[in-house]
Protein backbone atom coordinates (compact mmCIF):
# COMPACT_ATOMS: atom_id res chain seq x y z
CA UNK A 1 0.00 0.00 0.00
CA UNK A 2 2.59 2.19 1.16
CA UNK A 3 4.45 1.59 -2.39
CA UNK A 4 1.27 2.43 -4.57
CA UNK A 5 0.88 5.70 -2.56
CA UNK A 6 4.23 6.71 -3.30
CA UNK A 7 4.11 5.87 -6.79
CA UNK A 8 1.09 7.82 -7.15
CA UNK A 9 2.52 10.44 -5.44
CA UNK A 10 5.37 10.48 -8.05
CA UNK A 11 3.01 10.70 -10.75
CA UNK A 12 1.17 13.48 -8.63
CA UNK A 13 4.32 15.62 -8.77
CA UNK A 14 5.35 15.33 -12.21
CA UNK A 15 1.61 16.33 -13.50
CA UNK A 16 1.62 19.26 -10.96
CA UNK A 17 5.17 20.83 -10.76
CA UNK A 18 5.03 22.66 -13.61
CA UNK A 19 1.82 23.99 -13.10
CA UNK A 20 3.50 25.41 -9.34
CA UNK A 21 6.33 26.43 -11.00
CA UNK A 22 4.66 28.69 -13.52
CA UNK A 23 2.55 29.91 -10.00
CA UNK A 24 4.95 30.40 -7.60
CA UNK A 25 8.37 31.19 -9.48
CA UNK A 26 7.10 32.83 -12.55
CA UNK A 27 4.46 34.76 -11.23
CA UNK A 28 4.29 35.60 -7.70
CA UNK A 29 8.18 35.21 -7.62
CA UNK A 30 8.71 32.91 -4.82
CA UNK A 31 10.87 30.21 -4.31
CA UNK A 32 9.94 26.36 -4.02
CA UNK A 33 12.47 25.84 -2.00
CA UNK A 34 13.29 22.26 -3.53
CA UNK A 35 16.26 21.80 -1.82
CA UNK A 36 14.90 22.45 1.45
CA UNK A 37 12.37 20.02 1.29
CA UNK A 38 14.75 17.38 0.46
CA UNK A 39 17.04 18.04 3.50
CA UNK A 40 19.81 19.93 1.97
CA UNK A 41 19.51 22.71 4.51
CA UNK A 42 18.99 21.02 8.11
CA UNK A 43 20.95 22.12 11.04
CA UNK A 44 22.36 19.29 13.55
CA UNK A 45 20.56 19.54 16.93
CA UNK A 46 22.93 19.89 20.11
CA UNK A 47 24.30 16.97 21.73
CA UNK A 48 22.81 15.71 24.71
CA UNK A 49 19.60 17.91 24.13
CA UNK A 50 16.08 16.68 24.21
CA UNK A 51 14.86 17.14 20.79
CA UNK A 52 11.44 17.56 19.84
CA UNK A 53 9.71 17.60 15.47
CA UNK A 54 6.38 19.86 15.25
CA UNK A 55 4.46 20.06 12.42
CA UNK A 56 1.89 22.65 11.48
CA UNK A 57 0.74 22.86 7.63
CA UNK A 58 -0.05 26.68 6.77
CA UNK A 59 -0.34 30.08 8.65
CA UNK A 60 -3.56 29.07 11.26
CA UNK A 61 -1.74 26.21 12.39
CA UNK A 62 1.09 27.68 12.81
CA UNK A 63 -0.60 30.52 14.56
CA UNK A 64 -2.73 27.94 17.09
CA UNK A 65 0.69 26.91 18.90
CA UNK A 66 1.69 30.22 19.94
CA UNK A 67 0.75 29.96 23.52
CA UNK A 68 1.91 26.09 23.54
CA UNK A 69 5.64 26.52 22.66
CA UNK A 70 5.89 29.60 24.53
CA UNK A 71 4.32 27.78 27.52
CA UNK A 72 6.68 24.68 26.38
CA UNK A 73 10.41 26.60 26.34
CA UNK A 74 9.72 28.31 29.71
CA UNK A 75 8.64 24.89 31.06
CA UNK A 76 11.53 23.18 29.67
CA UNK A 77 13.84 25.97 28.03
CA UNK A 78 16.67 23.07 27.34
CA UNK A 79 14.41 21.08 24.93
CA UNK A 80 15.54 22.09 21.11
CA UNK A 81 12.17 22.36 18.75
CA UNK A 82 12.51 21.91 15.58
CA UNK A 83 9.40 23.36 13.41
CA UNK A 84 8.29 22.52 10.38
CA UNK A 85 5.29 23.87 8.01
CA UNK A 86 4.14 22.83 4.12
CA UNK A 87 3.79 26.51 2.49
CA UNK A 88 5.66 29.28 2.01
CA UNK A 89 3.44 31.73 3.62
CA UNK A 90 3.38 29.16 6.93
CA UNK A 91 7.10 29.46 7.00
CA UNK A 92 6.98 33.77 7.06
CA UNK A 93 4.23 33.61 9.37
CA UNK A 94 6.51 31.16 12.17
CA UNK A 95 9.39 32.65 11.36
CA UNK A 96 7.91 35.94 12.72
CA UNK A 97 5.55 34.99 15.26
CA UNK A 98 7.52 31.51 16.38
CA UNK A 99 10.41 33.63 18.47
CA UNK A 100 11.02 30.33 21.03
CA UNK A 101 11.45 27.69 18.09
CA UNK A 102 15.16 26.72 17.71
CA UNK A 103 14.71 25.75 13.93
CA UNK A 104 12.26 26.11 10.89
CA UNK A 105 12.42 23.78 8.01
CA UNK A 106 9.76 22.88 5.00
CA UNK A 107 7.95 19.75 5.32
CA UNK A 108 10.25 17.05 3.22
CA UNK A 109 8.54 15.48 0.33
CA UNK A 110 6.51 12.93 1.09
CA UNK A 111 9.24 9.51 -0.40
CA UNK A 112 10.48 7.07 2.51
CA UNK A 113 14.63 7.87 1.59
CA UNK A 114 14.08 11.76 1.86
CA UNK A 115 11.84 11.46 4.93
CA UNK A 116 14.61 9.02 6.69
CA UNK A 117 17.20 11.76 5.73
CA UNK A 118 15.10 14.65 7.90
CA UNK A 119 14.45 11.63 10.69
CA UNK A 120 18.66 10.63 10.80
CA UNK A 121 19.71 14.23 11.33
CA UNK A 122 17.10 16.06 13.84
CA UNK A 123 16.90 12.26 15.78
CA UNK A 124 13.58 13.91 17.51
CA UNK A 125 12.71 12.58 20.95
CA UNK A 126 8.75 13.25 20.10
CA UNK A 127 7.09 13.61 16.56
CA UNK A 128 4.27 16.23 16.81
CA UNK A 129 1.46 16.45 14.03
CA UNK A 130 -1.27 19.17 14.04
CA UNK A 131 -4.84 18.78 13.41
CA UNK A 132 -5.00 16.01 10.22
CA UNK A 133 -1.72 16.32 8.18
CA UNK A 134 -1.47 12.43 7.91
CA UNK A 135 1.13 11.93 5.76
CA UNK A 136 1.97 7.73 5.16
CA UNK A 137 6.00 7.83 5.08
CA UNK A 138 6.00 10.99 7.10
CA UNK A 139 4.31 9.00 9.97
CA UNK A 140 5.48 5.66 9.13
CA UNK A 141 9.12 6.87 9.54
CA UNK A 142 8.34 8.79 12.42
CA UNK A 143 7.16 5.57 14.39
CA UNK A 144 10.31 4.12 13.40
CA UNK A 145 12.91 6.63 13.80
CA UNK A 146 11.45 9.35 16.54
CA UNK A 147 10.86 8.31 20.30
CA UNK A 148 7.16 8.54 19.79
CA UNK A 149 4.49 10.24 17.86
CA UNK A 150 1.45 12.12 19.18
CA UNK A 151 -1.27 14.52 16.92
CA UNK A 152 -2.63 17.49 18.87
CA UNK A 153 -5.39 19.73 18.03
CA UNK A 154 -6.76 16.72 16.03
CA UNK A 155 -9.95 17.12 14.07
CA UNK A 156 -11.64 15.17 11.46
CA UNK A 157 -13.85 18.00 9.02
CA UNK A 158 -17.05 16.02 7.26
CA UNK A 159 -15.79 16.29 3.92
CA UNK A 160 -12.27 14.38 5.09
CA UNK A 161 -14.29 12.08 7.26
CA UNK A 162 -16.17 11.30 3.87
CA UNK A 163 -13.22 10.91 2.33
CA UNK A 164 -11.16 8.58 4.56
CA UNK A 165 -14.47 6.49 5.23
CA UNK A 166 -13.50 4.81 1.89
CA UNK A 167 -10.16 4.11 2.93
CA UNK A 168 -10.39 2.75 6.01
CA UNK A 169 -8.01 -0.04 5.89
CA UNK A 170 -5.04 2.03 4.85
CA UNK A 171 -6.16 5.24 7.14
CA UNK A 172 -6.44 2.14 9.66
CA UNK A 173 -2.69 1.46 9.16
CA UNK A 174 -1.56 5.31 8.72
CA UNK A 175 -3.18 5.86 12.16
CA UNK A 176 -1.53 3.23 13.97
CA UNK A 177 2.14 5.10 13.87
CA UNK A 178 0.46 7.49 16.18
CA UNK A 179 0.82 6.64 19.71
CA UNK A 180 -1.43 9.31 21.04
CA UNK A 181 -4.21 11.34 19.39
CA UNK A 182 -5.26 13.96 21.29
CA UNK A 183 -8.75 15.59 19.64
CA UNK A 184 -10.71 18.89 19.16
CA UNK A 185 -13.83 17.94 20.51
CA UNK A 186 -16.26 14.08 20.89
CA UNK A 187 -17.44 14.62 17.33
CA UNK A 188 -13.45 14.13 16.11
CA UNK A 189 -13.01 11.42 18.67
CA UNK A 190 -15.75 9.40 17.36
CA UNK A 191 -14.50 10.50 13.30
CA UNK A 192 -11.11 9.30 14.52
CA UNK A 193 -12.32 5.80 15.97
CA UNK A 194 -15.06 5.21 12.64
CA UNK A 195 -11.20 5.17 10.62
CA UNK A 196 -9.62 2.81 12.38
CA UNK A 197 -7.84 4.99 15.43
CA UNK A 198 -8.34 2.57 18.53
CA UNK A 199 -10.06 4.58 20.90
CA UNK A 200 -7.90 3.83 23.84
CA UNK A 201 -5.61 6.16 22.53
CA UNK A 202 -7.65 8.95 21.44
CA UNK A 203 -8.34 12.14 24.15
CA UNK A 204 -10.31 15.20 23.58
CA UNK A 205 -8.38 18.27 24.72
CA UNK A 206 -10.22 21.01 23.54
CA UNK A 207 -8.89 23.33 20.28
CA UNK A 208 -5.47 25.22 20.60
CA UNK A 209 -6.88 27.94 18.58
CA UNK A 210 -9.20 28.70 21.96
CA UNK A 211 -5.83 29.68 23.44
CA UNK A 212 -4.93 33.02 21.70
CA UNK A 213 -2.16 34.99 22.25
CA UNK A 214 -2.95 38.38 20.62
CA UNK A 215 -2.44 42.12 22.40
CA UNK A 216 -5.17 43.91 24.11
CA UNK A 217 -5.03 47.05 22.64
CA UNK A 218 -6.63 50.36 24.37
CA UNK A 219 -9.29 52.04 23.51
CA UNK A 220 -6.51 54.85 22.20
CA UNK A 221 -4.61 52.38 20.63
CA UNK A 222 -8.06 51.53 18.81
CA UNK A 223 -8.49 54.88 18.01
CA UNK A 224 -4.75 55.43 16.61
CA UNK A 225 -5.27 52.36 13.92
CA UNK A 226 -8.62 53.63 12.98
CA UNK A 227 -6.96 57.03 12.18
CA UNK A 228 -3.87 55.26 10.25
CA UNK A 229 -6.67 53.57 8.68
CA UNK A 230 -7.99 56.52 7.55
CA UNK A 231 -11.51 55.48 9.02
CA UNK A 232 -13.37 58.54 10.26
CA UNK A 233 -14.21 58.22 13.96
CA UNK A 234 -17.90 57.82 13.47
CA UNK A 235 -17.98 55.28 10.84
CA UNK A 236 -18.98 51.68 11.26
CA UNK A 237 -16.16 48.89 10.09
CA UNK A 238 -16.48 45.78 8.88
CA UNK A 239 -13.83 43.07 8.59
CA UNK A 240 -13.94 40.62 6.05
CA UNK A 241 -11.53 38.00 7.07
CA UNK A 242 -9.55 35.37 4.88
CA UNK A 243 -12.32 35.67 1.83
CA UNK A 244 -12.32 33.25 -1.22
CA UNK A 245 -12.59 33.62 -4.65
CA UNK A 246 -16.26 34.45 -5.83
CA UNK A 247 -17.45 35.18 -2.24
CA UNK A 248 -15.07 38.88 -1.88
CA UNK A 249 -17.46 39.70 -5.61
CA UNK A 250 -20.58 38.94 -3.43
CA UNK A 251 -19.37 41.12 -0.64
CA UNK A 252 -18.40 43.93 -2.67
CA UNK A 253 -22.02 43.70 -4.57
CA UNK A 254 -23.62 43.71 -1.31
CA UNK A 255 -21.36 46.77 0.26
CA UNK A 256 -22.27 48.39 -3.00
CA UNK A 257 -25.49 48.79 -2.10
CA UNK A 258 -25.65 49.17 1.40
CA UNK A 259 -24.05 52.06 0.56
CA UNK A 260 -27.07 53.69 -0.93
CA UNK A 261 -28.84 52.68 2.09
CA UNK A 262 -25.95 54.38 4.65
CA UNK A 263 -23.17 56.44 3.76
CA UNK A 264 -21.23 55.69 6.95
CA UNK A 265 -19.58 52.42 6.66
CA UNK A 266 -16.56 50.85 5.69
CA UNK A 267 -15.37 47.40 4.56
CA UNK A 268 -12.04 45.89 5.09
CA UNK A 269 -11.98 42.76 3.22
CA UNK A 270 -8.74 40.21 3.68
CA UNK A 271 -8.33 37.66 0.80
CA UNK A 272 -7.04 33.81 1.64
CA UNK A 273 -4.63 34.70 -1.24
CA UNK A 274 -2.54 37.26 -2.72
CA UNK A 275 -3.46 36.92 -5.98
CA UNK A 276 -6.79 37.42 -5.46
CA UNK A 277 -5.95 41.44 -4.32
CA UNK A 278 -5.87 43.13 -8.18
CA UNK A 279 -9.23 41.17 -9.03
CA UNK A 280 -10.75 42.50 -5.96
CA UNK A 281 -9.94 45.95 -6.94
CA UNK A 282 -10.93 45.95 -10.25
CA UNK A 283 -14.07 44.43 -9.53
CA UNK A 284 -14.78 47.46 -6.87
CA UNK A 285 -13.42 49.95 -9.17
CA UNK A 286 -16.24 48.54 -11.72
CA UNK A 287 -18.80 49.09 -9.01
CA UNK A 288 -17.44 52.61 -8.32
CA UNK A 289 -16.57 51.71 -4.83
CA UNK A 290 -13.44 53.92 -4.14
CA UNK A 291 -10.32 51.76 -2.98
CA UNK A 292 -7.39 51.27 -1.69
CA UNK A 293 -4.87 48.66 -0.62
CA UNK A 294 -2.96 48.52 2.98
CA UNK A 295 0.26 48.94 1.40
CA UNK A 296 -0.50 52.00 -0.39
CA UNK A 297 -2.48 53.70 2.13
CA UNK A 298 -1.12 57.69 2.75
CA UNK A 299 -2.81 59.83 4.88
CA UNK A 300 -4.77 61.41 1.81
CA UNK A 301 -6.09 58.36 0.38
CA UNK A 302 -10.02 58.10 0.76
CA UNK A 303 -11.45 54.48 0.59
CA UNK A 304 -14.79 52.41 0.51
CA UNK A 305 -13.00 49.30 0.84
CA UNK A 306 -9.83 49.09 1.93
CA UNK A 307 -7.42 45.53 0.62
CA UNK A 308 -5.93 44.18 3.20
CA UNK A 309 -2.61 42.78 0.83
CA UNK A 310 -0.58 41.90 3.61
CA UNK A 311 -0.08 38.48 5.40
CA UNK A 312 -0.25 37.97 9.40
CA UNK A 313 -2.01 41.54 10.21
CA UNK A 314 -5.76 40.62 9.46
CA UNK A 315 -6.03 39.67 13.17
CA UNK A 316 -4.81 42.86 14.50
CA UNK A 317 -7.23 44.55 11.76
CA UNK A 318 -10.06 42.41 13.61
CA UNK A 319 -9.29 44.88 16.79
CA UNK A 320 -10.78 48.04 14.52
CA UNK A 321 -13.99 46.20 13.50
CA UNK A 322 -17.44 46.82 14.55
CA UNK A 323 -18.52 43.37 12.66
CA UNK A 324 -16.25 40.33 11.81
CA UNK A 325 -17.34 38.92 8.97
CA UNK A 326 -15.45 35.36 8.96
CA UNK A 327 -14.60 34.23 5.00
CA UNK A 328 -15.05 30.48 3.04
CA UNK A 329 -18.05 30.51 4.49
CA UNK A 330 -20.66 31.90 1.63
CA UNK A 331 -18.84 29.09 -0.50
CA UNK A 332 -18.19 25.89 0.53
CA UNK A 333 -14.74 26.42 1.41
CA UNK A 334 -15.34 25.29 5.32
CA UNK A 335 -15.01 28.13 6.90
CA UNK A 336 -12.11 30.08 8.84
CA UNK A 337 -11.37 30.83 12.50
CA UNK A 338 -13.98 32.47 14.25
CA UNK A 339 -11.63 32.73 17.38
CA UNK A 340 -9.62 36.34 16.73
CA UNK A 341 -12.39 38.50 16.13
CA UNK A 342 -13.93 36.91 19.82
CA UNK A 343 -10.65 38.03 21.15
CA UNK A 344 -11.33 41.70 20.75
CA UNK A 345 -14.93 40.75 21.81
CA UNK A 346 -16.49 41.56 18.23
CA UNK A 347 -19.99 40.33 16.65
CA UNK A 348 -19.04 37.24 14.51
CA UNK A 349 -21.30 36.64 11.16
CA UNK A 350 -20.23 33.44 8.78
CA UNK A 351 -21.79 31.89 5.80
CA UNK A 352 -23.81 28.22 5.98
CA UNK A 353 -20.41 26.55 4.50
CA UNK A 354 -18.14 26.26 8.77
CA UNK A 355 -17.56 22.60 8.12
CA UNK A 356 -13.78 23.08 9.28
CA UNK A 357 -15.17 24.81 12.72
CA UNK A 358 -18.37 23.77 12.89
CA UNK A 359 -18.21 22.54 16.27
CA UNK A 360 -17.21 26.39 16.85
CA UNK A 361 -19.54 27.68 14.57
CA UNK A 362 -22.41 25.86 16.45
CA UNK A 363 -21.18 26.47 19.80
CA UNK A 364 -21.21 30.39 19.06
CA UNK A 365 -24.17 30.70 17.37
CA UNK A 366 -25.87 28.70 20.73
CA UNK A 367 -24.26 31.46 22.61
CA UNK A 368 -26.31 34.49 20.97
CA UNK A 369 -22.34 35.02 19.60
CA UNK A 370 -22.57 34.03 16.00
CA UNK A 371 -24.93 34.50 13.47
CA UNK A 372 -25.37 33.05 10.17
CA UNK A 373 -25.77 35.24 6.97
CA UNK A 374 -27.46 33.16 3.80
CA UNK A 375 -27.81 35.15 1.28
CA UNK A 376 -27.07 39.19 -0.14
CA UNK A 377 -30.64 40.48 1.48
CA UNK A 378 -28.49 38.83 4.88
CA UNK A 379 -25.53 40.91 3.59
CA UNK A 380 -26.74 44.11 2.81
CA UNK A 381 -28.56 43.82 6.52
CA UNK A 382 -25.13 42.80 8.11
CA UNK A 383 -23.63 45.65 6.24
CA UNK A 384 -25.98 48.78 7.38
CA UNK A 385 -25.88 47.76 11.07
CA UNK A 386 -29.08 47.24 11.51
CA UNK A 387 -29.63 46.91 16.13
CA UNK A 388 -26.50 48.06 16.90
CA UNK A 389 -27.38 47.37 20.78
CA UNK A 390 -27.75 43.61 19.48
CA UNK A 391 -24.36 43.61 17.94
CA UNK A 392 -22.54 44.71 21.28
CA UNK A 393 -24.43 42.09 22.98
CA UNK A 394 -23.04 40.14 20.71
CA UNK A 395 -19.62 40.93 20.77
CA UNK A 396 -19.86 40.43 24.72
CA UNK A 397 -20.78 36.82 24.55
CA UNK A 398 -18.17 36.35 21.52
CA UNK A 399 -15.46 37.38 23.98
CA UNK A 400 -16.92 35.16 26.85
CA UNK A 401 -17.81 32.34 24.57
CA UNK A 402 -14.26 32.21 23.74
CA UNK A 403 -12.92 32.15 27.51
CA UNK A 404 -15.01 29.26 28.04
CA UNK A 405 -13.79 27.16 25.53
CA UNK A 406 -9.92 27.65 26.59
CA UNK A 407 -7.77 25.15 28.62
CA UNK A 408 -6.20 23.09 25.70
CA UNK A 409 -2.65 24.34 26.07
CA UNK A 410 -2.18 22.97 29.61
CA UNK A 411 -3.92 19.22 28.40
CA UNK A 412 -1.49 19.27 25.38
CA UNK A 413 1.45 19.98 27.23
CA UNK A 414 1.03 17.59 29.96
CA UNK A 415 0.90 14.90 27.47
CA UNK A 416 3.73 16.32 25.12
CA UNK A 417 5.63 16.44 28.28
CA UNK A 418 5.11 12.48 29.53
CA UNK A 419 5.53 11.57 26.14
CA UNK A 420 8.78 13.30 26.29
CA UNK A 421 10.02 11.81 29.52
CA UNK A 422 8.56 8.20 28.08
CA UNK A 423 11.20 8.21 25.60
CA UNK A 424 13.71 9.29 27.33
CA UNK A 425 13.83 7.52 30.16
Known amino acids: MYLIYSFSLFIVLCIYFPVYFIRLRVLKKERLHISDRMGAHICLPKKGKKVLWIHAVSVGEALSLQNLIKKM ?43 RRFFSIIKPSLFVLTESEFWPN ?75 NLKKLSEEEVLGLKKKLNIPERYKTIVAGSTRKREDILLIRAFSKALKKRRDIK ?20 VHLNTAKKTCLTSEVTWDVLILDTIGELSRIYAVADSAFIGGSLVPWGGQNLLEPAFYGKPIFFGPHMDNFAYLAEEFVRKGAAEIVRDEKDLINLLVFHDEKKRVNMGEKAEQTLHSLQGATGKTLQVIESMMNLTNS
Open 267 to 286: LIIAPRHMDRVERIREYCEK
Open 73 to 115: KQAHPDWIIYFSTLTNSGYEVAKKKLADIDELLYLPFDFKLIV
Open 138 to 212: LMREAQRRAGGVVLINGRISSCSFNRYKYLKVFMRRILANIDYLLVQTDEDKRRMEQIGAEKERISVAGNLKAEI
